[in-house]
């Protein structure tokens, strides 16, 4: 067990729709980490929050936003969700330092019909 | 930018025998190099890391050396189980810059061991 909690496991949605992804980063961890992996994209780095404060962007679709709360969980939140956005979502949490070990929780799967 | 290409899989080996996959890299500065394995149906877990030149790193019996000069950090196990079948993930992260520590990924390569 990583300590990191993605909630939920699967999410079987509609093209068009709105869906949330939530992490509960291990405890002590300051950094969320966000990413995607596709068949055809392989693990792609969306975006990373620092104690609230949005730190780095990767390749992040402007449907797609994320925010980080006060009590260090995060969420992130697709929109007009289309086909090709079905994926596995991971969320990574690390407390820093020169090694920045990040710790993966087991993933949402979202399937967009 | 920064970059990670490893071996094109998927890799089949027999119980027992010895194993390679290769990994080099591409970025700026000096990057922390880190193996991952995903299991069937589960999320990334570490499985071993180096963060300077010659730096090895161990753990269940795989290892890896942190190579600068031929940027590479290949990942060897001298005897494979059953349970190593999985996908493994080679990946740096840069702490400093514009990076803030975000992980590059390999491909991934699928291993297979067959008893």
């Known amino acids: 067990d990583s300590g990191v909690t993605q909630t939920p496991k699967h999410l079987i949605t509609a093209t068009g729709q709105r869906v949330t992804l939530r992490c509960s980063p291990r405890s002590g961890d300051l950094s969320v980490y966000w990413y995607q992996q596709s068949l055809d994209q392989g693990l792609q780095f969306l975006i990373q929050?620092?104690?609230?404060?949005?730190?780095a962007k990767g390749n992040i679709l402007e449907r797609f936003s994320a925010q980080q709360f006060p009590d260090l969980h995060s969420e992130l939140n697709l929109s007009s969700l289309e086909l090709g956005d079905s994926a596995l979502y991971f969320c990574a949490s690390s407390s820093g330092g020169v090694s920045n070990i990040q710790y993966f929780g087991a993933g949402t799967r979202l399937s967009v019909l | 930018g920064n970059s990670v290409t490893q071996m094109e899989g998927p890799v089949t080996l027999s119980e027992e025998a010895f194993l390679t996959i290769n990994c080099t890299y591409t970025a700026t500065g000096y990057p922390s190099l880190f193996w991952y394995v995903q299991y069937p149906g589960e999320g990334l877990q570490l499985l071993l890391k180096a963060t300077k030149a010659d730096d090895k790193g161990s753990n269940k019996g795989f290892e890896a050396t942190y190579r600068k000069e031929t940027t590479s950090f290949h990942l060897e196990k001298g005897s494979v189980q059953v349970s190593d079948s999985a996908v493994y993930f080679c990946?740096?992260?840069?702490?400093?810059?514009?990076?803030?520590?975000?992980?590059?990924f390999g491909q991934g390569t699928i291993l297979t061991v067959h008893p």
């Open positions: 990946a740096l992260s840069n702490a400093g810059g514009t990076s803030y520590g975000k992980l590059t």
């Open positions: 929050y620092y104690n609230g404060e949005e730190r």
